[in-house]
């Protein structure tokens, strides 16, 4: 037939003759598709045999995977139906968990499979080579094989709370799957750039981490991002949706006449002009800033309405200038005592356990944490920022001014926004300030200036700051006297400079420092119990049985925070013991305080929160919260209705991540949010501009 064994093959694959099409018909279908992957594998094999031959043989592989990649891309058009976002018709969404997920997934598996597979296959770690009991000759092995990895959405991996350790294993192949999706991203970009999803979120993110300009301008050059312009028009667009978003949030009731709560807190910043002219100056703005809180629907189900009316409120109110105050509403009750003493004996076995001694066994229960009293739901917070005001709440005059900006923003009439109970968190100014302002107020015959039906609640992270910061003073010492005792020596002695530490506003350090001065006195007590206070301190724990540590623990609870080691220390010549006794009662309060508002668990704080108020009437620095506190307290307690109460009292703290042991208090997640719109966005070296910062950032500081 004259035909070569090539040509006949080709022959043999293209010919229309029924009886050979009938030979070749499994070829390529899963039936036959495993032996024409051996005609291939050895036709492969013949011609690598040479090296001339193995360049061929890629040089046409990496045409064939040329057209494959050419052909595979995001489909045209917009969004949805598409992969082109414009920056004038964008939502919020775009930056969320699960839209990008979405995204990340259909890049990977239905509009780029092939180059996406080809990248990871790359990048992931290789499997162990076996060798081949036949022949000797290494294969890789195809069980086992990497699967691509979930993503995470809770962001735990890159929590920027938990501390960064270096040595830490990472995810080889978590690491693969971003860097190949994100690869395919930036080819997707490239080739067509209206195939800009990722870029567009990548533009804010970058906008608001203080990337430059010159910067952005290489990342977009590579596909990483979008311009610096059209992030600045989407930002603008965003801008106006936030504002709409606004109004209709605070037009929406929890319940009958329930206002959304607010958490606000002034903002004090310059708008910094480096070459300065008539006109052109520097100048300080003073601001107010804060957010909308909409309380969980199923919390608000588990009390009865008639509780969250604004009438029940005026009722209760109204007889608070007869209520008669005792002072058990503001003392522990038998049942919180005994509470109380196991979280003391709880920070004892902590420490015992942490640096001193190990369980042999567990005959014995040890506790380390103490009993749950009243736990917050850890849902998601609905959390929308408000626009910024220029209008400090640092006075009267300028709280008022501040919830006329309120109520402009709801685009409500004063009348309405009158009419429903306001809670409002704040820091003692601000709580301080609404009081003054509502008291020049009345009587008024009109109900949009009475001011009568806002509540105004402590912030809990101000609260536990300044009273942490007064009882941290009153303990600290003199550090310039070499006889003083004070808690600066135990600073001293762990290596941390003391050294104008209480001149410092940095009140997570200051907490920390509290937290390591109470665990080194508290190893020292131990010491002591145990015998060898002059041992020093080694990594190998001393094994003792569950049940001495249980003994230990007693003992030092019984030497060191009983009423009767304080009567005995007051009894002694020298005033070290009592000084230490009373550091430790103190600090204790700090700990748990901290350790509470982190677990979610409300009871607990509440039960610090009424030592806080009695210690306060004892500390000059806390005279206003030796007024406001337990005038929250009984407000919470023993005035309003209790479903409100209850209400108020689990709307406190947020989990904004959604997950146990990640509560905050409003204000903190507050304090937070301020950080990136003064700092970021204020102090990177790009310059302020107050409108900018009022009409576009400050709106938008939730998406970064």
């Known amino acids: 037939m004259g035909y070569t064994p090539k040509s006949f093959l080709a022959a043999f694959l293209t010919t229309d003759n029924l009886p050979i099409a009938v030979q070749r018909r499994y070829w390529s279908t899963p039936t036959g598709w495993p032996s024409t992957l051996r005609l291939l594998g050895t036709i492969r094999n013949f011609s690598c045999q040479k090296r001339t031959g193995k360049a061929r043989w890629e040089n046409f592989i990496l045409e064939e995977a040329s057209k494959v990649v050419n052909s ?70 195809d069980e086992g094989s990497d699967h691509v990895p979930e993503i995470d959405l809770q962001g735990d991996e890159m929590d920027p709370n938990n501390d960064f350790n270096i040595n830490t294993p990472v995810d080889h192949n978590e690491r693969a799957y971003t860097v190949a999706k994100t690869i395919c991203s930036m080819v997707a970009f490239v080739t067509n750039r209206r195939n800009n999803g990722d870029q567009l979120a990548n533009s804010l993110t970058f906008l608001s981490s203080g990337v430059t300009d010159r910067v952005n301008i290489f990342l977009n050059y590579i596909g990483l991002t979008s311009s610096r312009k059209t992030a600045h028009h989407a930002l603008n667009h965003l801008s106006r949706q936030a504002e709409n978003r606004i109004s209709s949030k605070l037009a929406k009731s929890p319940a009958k006449n329930l206002a959304p709560f607010l958490c606000v807190d002034n903002l004090d910043f310059e708008q910094r002009i480096h070459t300065k002219s008539m006109g052109h100056a520097s100048q300080m703005f003073h601001g107010t800033w804060g957010y909308i809180h909409h309380p969980s629907p ?19 109110m109204s007889k608070a200038s007869t209520f008669d105050v005792h002072s058990k509403m503001l003392l522990p009750t038998p049942k919180e005592e005994v509470h109380w003493e196991m979280v003391l004996k709880s920070q004892i076995t902590e420490a015992l356990l942490g640096h001193l001694a190990s369980p042999t066994e567990s005959f014995v229960s040890i506790h380390t944490k103490p009993p749950i009293i009243d736990q917050l739901s850890n849902e998601r917070p609905d959390i929308t920022m408000l626009k910024l005001m220029i209008a400090s709440d640092n006075s009267a005059q300028g709280a008022g001014e501040v919830f006329e900006s309120i109520s402009h923003q709801s685009t409500l009439p004063m009348t309405k926004f009158s009419s429903r109970l306001q809670i409002v968190d704040g820091d003692l100014g601000t709580c301080t300030n609404v009081t003054s302002l ?16 806002i509540a105004t609640l402590l912030g809990g992270a101000h609260t536990m ?27 001293d002695s762990l290596g941390i400079p003391s050294h104008k530490m209480l001149e410092k506003k940095d009140f997570t350090l200051m907490i920390k420092n509290i937290k390591k001065i109470h665990k080194a006195t508290l190893v020292y007590c131990l010491m002591v119990v145990m015998g060898n206070k002059s041992a020093s301190l080694t990594e190998e724990l001393t094994p003792m049985s569950s049940s001495r540590i249980q003994d230990v623990v007693e003992e030092t609870y019984s030497r060191f925070f009983s009423a009767q080691a304080k009567l005995d220390a007051t009894l002694q010549p020298s005033p070290k013991l009592s000084n230490l006794i009373l550091r430790l009662a103190d600090f204790a309060t700090v700990v748990e305080g901290d350790a509470a508002m982190k677990a979610g668990d409300i009871g607990r704080v509440m039960n610090v929160w009424k030592r806080w108020a009695v210690l306060a009437q004892g500390i000059k620095k806390l005279t206003q919260y030796s007024i406001q506190l337990p005038r929250m307290i009984l407000l919470l307690n023993e005035v309003l209705p209790p479903g409100l109460g209850h209400i108020l009292k ?15 208090a409003k204000d903190q997640f507050l304090e937070s949010q301020n950080y990136w719109l003064k700092h970021f966005f204020n102090n990177t070296g790009r310059g302020t501009n107050i409108n900018r910062l009022k009409n576009t950032y400050s709106l938008n500081v939730p998406l970064s």
Request: hydrophobic share 30%; charged share 25%.
């Open 650 to 664: 689990h709307s406190l703290f947020v989990a904004p991540s959604g997950r146990q042991k990640h509560f905050v």
């Open 298 to 316: 199923e919390l608000i189900a588990l009390v009865p309405v008639s509780d969250l009316t604004i009438e029940s409120y005026y009722h209760a």
């Open 465 to 491: 700051w300044n009273v942490a910061q007064a009882i941290y003073s009153k303990h600290f010492g003199d550090s310039s006297d070499s006889r003083d005792s004070g808690a600066w020596r135990f600073l």
């Open 438 to 453: 509502r008291t020049q107020r009345v009587p008024s015959d009109h109900k949009e200036d009475s001011l009568s039906n």
């Open 72 to 141: 595979q891309k995001p489909p045209r058009g917009a969004y949805p139906q598409g992969a082109y976002h414009n920056s004038k018709k964008i939502s919020a969404s775009l930056f969320t968990n699960e839209s990008k997920q979405t995204r990340d997934q259909a890049l990977a598996t239905e509009h780029m499979p092939f180059l996406f597979d080809l990248l990871f296959s790359k990048l992931k770690r290789p499997t162990i080579d076996t060798v081949s009991p036949i022949n000797g000759e290494q294969e890789d092995s």
